[in-house]
């Protein structure tokens, strides 16, 4: 299906709901994070990665959590002093450092993504499967445009 033209109206109310979608995802999504882990939601978008890979290194931690490497070091840094990661050079490369989590570092990430997938949970029970199912699709669809838009400048 063609996607049709959109008004100004309708461009503004869209833009505006995504607004507040996005913004009402973030606060969700930190809310809680000091007391749940001790994470802040930037610390939380780093670690998350390595809850499925032991050690990865500085680069890609960045680039999952779309932040550049000097940021990521310093957050890591902090990480590391806090006793939640710890940081090591490669063998083959000693130009590149690879991260991982402490227990204490993993205890506090699972709670964090366990609360978060509750708090998701209790959210997304309040639409029909049939909403459900079509909400999946329609955020899909949106994110691939948003991909897009970010890739073509």
Known sequence: ????A????????IGQAADELF???RKARSAGADQDGG????QLTLLEPLAA??????GRLAAAADVTIPTATRMLQQL????AVTRRRHPDDERKVLVGLT???VTRLN??????????ARAFAEFTPAERRQLVALLGRLTGVMKEFRESG
Do not use: I, N, W, Y
């Open 103 to 105: 227990a204490d570092g």
């Open 6 to 13: 959109l008004s100004d109206t309708e461009a503004d109310e």
């Open 80 to 83: 590391e002093a806090a006793g």
């Open 1 to 4: 299906m063609k996607p049709s």
């Open 23 to 25: 913004f009402a995802m």
């Open 39 to 42: 994470l802040s939601l930037p």
């Open 111 to 120: 709670r964090l993504m366990s609360r978060r997938r509750e708090r998701q």
């Open 53 to 58: 890979e032991a050690e990865l290194p500085v």
